[in-house]
């Protein structure tokens, strides 16, 4: 008698004093990186029901069929945002229903006091100020505060890793208690910067501790890495950094310069140190492309003994009829395909410029998708990862004999070699032989723009055509 009163009482309680309860639901609208905010569906009581945006976003693609946060099981940045996503996901969550359980009046719970809640989770006064104090949160603050797209954070954090590595490089050689300060930089130390860009492969050598602290690349999960035997004899670790070209490290200097400028313009710091300090113009040499009859004896050539260089072959020859970037390549499913054409807007300027591109499909381009037809795959083509697909472009190159020498500049020495063709074709030189191809046949840039994606007056266009010995030879033939 007595146990059942008990359990009469417990389910009052629970009855009227029900806990918290939250779900999710990702949006349809997208931000400027392609990604949707989590909402927040908060369950306080029978009668009251919030749905609240958690200042979270996420690729729709990593959004799992539970709704929650599917996590990439390939080490590296995306692992990490995307872990660091769910982190977020849980502690508001935690907040809000710690919140919701402790209040008594629950009238009081309204839309403006949610919205209030996600603004002070995601910009806590107190981690405010102290992050006035430290170089690098700073640094984390013009990402979250300034609006980069997914791939220009994945490059300012590879200048982050850099600048911790040159911090302990700096307390390694010099003073055991040098901390980088935004305040104190000057035009020494922005040079000293460059000079440790530039000769990273070499410190990693000398002071391989450093790289055990800070990877060089965030893929690299070995502490000790192994070392493999060169064709010099000479042994290099895995993971060890490649000698930067000069053009690289320009690239670098710049994003860093624009960070300076954004901290100057928002009163984080009194003086801008790039005011005296010139940042290296990046050098190319004349663009290298493949012809049309070169294109035609790679992709006719037999590769029938090695399917998967054969698909990686197919794969490159449809890049160079439809002139995108690698980038946009892999994310073309049969969804683009309309009307005979394929449509996008570039990953790389829908920011500044969504503009839809669309590039009719010829009979090669058609035949490549129909080959390779799979309503089990969501991608259009076999792709592999963007490393390996070079490394394979240049394999099939070496198999179709493209093998003629051309002239370049070597980006480390800024002076020119010869090299053979198949050494230096990679992903990028299908677009330019896209470009070069069409420019070839009617030396219009705007209307090769509108194909390619580049804009009136571009200066990056001018990298990606040439005038070759034929078009020289019909403005000689002009003068009669």
Not at 10 to 21: T, V
Not at 289 to 318: M, T
Request: net charge positive; with cysteine.
């Amino acid at each position: 008698m007595f146990s059942n009163k008990i359990q009469l009482l417990l389910r009052c309680h629970k009855k009227h004093f029900k806990m918290a309860q939250t779900n999710y639901v990702l949006t349809q609208a997208t931000n400027s990186a392609g990604e949707s905010q989590i909402h927040l569906r908060l369950y306080i009581s029978r009668n009251i029901r919030l749905r609240i945006g958690s200042g979270i976003w996420i690729d729709r693609k990593r959004w799992g069929k539970k709704n929650d946060i599917n996590i990439t099981l390939i080490p590296g940045e995306e692992r990490e945002a995307l872990l660091e996503k769910r982190a977020k996901l849980k502690a508001l969550t935690d907040l809000f229903e710690a919140e919701i359980n402790s209040c008594t009046d629950k009238n009081t719970l309204t839309r403006e006091w949610a919205e209030k809640q996600v603004r002070k989770f995601h910009q806590p006064v107190k981690v405010q100020k102290e992050r006035v104090q430290n170089f690098f949160s700073i640094m984390e603050d013009y990402l979250s505060r300034h609006k980069l797209s997914e791939s220009r954070k994945k490059h300012f954090r590879v200048i982050m890793r850099c600048l911790k590595r040159y911090e302990l490089y700096r307390q390694t050689t010099c003073n055991h208690t040098f901390k980088l300060n935004i305040n104190t930089l000057s035009y020494d130390q922005l040079a000293d910067i460059e000079n440790f860009l530039a000769n990273e492969h070499e410190v990693f050598k000398a002071y391989p501790k450093i790289y055990d602290i800070v990877p060089y690349s965030t893929k690299e999960a070995k502490k000790i890495p192994k070392r493999k035997p060169k064709e010099d004899g000479e042994e290099s670790k895995f993971g060890m950094p490649k000698a930067r070209g000069q053009n690289y490290v320009s690239d670098i200097m710049t994003r860093f310069r624009s960070f300076i400028i954004w901290a100057n313009n928002n009163d984080i710091i009194a003086n801008n140190p790039f005011k005296t300090y010139s940042v290296g113009e990046s050098v190319y040499g004349t663009p290298i492309y493949i012809s049309n009859e070169e294109r035609r004896q790679l992709y006719e050539a037999d590769l029938s003994d090695n399917p998967l260089l054969a698909a990686q072959r197919d794969i490159f020859v449809f890049q160079c009829l439809i002139g995108c970037r690698v980038s946009d390549l892999y994310k073309f499913t049969r969804n683009n395909i309309i009307n005979g054409a394929m449509e996008y807007i570039q990953k790389k300027t829908k920011e500044d410029r969504p503009i839809t591109i669309r590039v009719p499909l010829n009979s090669t381009a058609q035949e490549i998708i129909a080959r390779y037809s799979d309503p089990r795959c969501g991608s259009l083509l076999p792709y592999i990862s963007e490393q390996k697909y070079n490394v394979k472009i240049k394999e099939a190159f070496k198999c179709a004999g493209l093998e003629r020498m051309v002239t370049t500049i070597d980006q480390r020495t800024r002076q020119e070699v010869q090299r053979p063709l198949y050494e230096i074709a990679s992903s990028h030189m299908a677009r330019r032989s896209f470009i070069g191809n069409i420019y070839k046949q009617v030396k219009d840039p705007n209307l090769v723009g509108a194909l390619s994606g580049h804009k009136e007056g571009s200066k990056a266009f001018a990298r990606y055509r040439t005038i070759d010995d034929d078009m020289k030879k019909e403005l000689i033939d002009m003068l009669g």
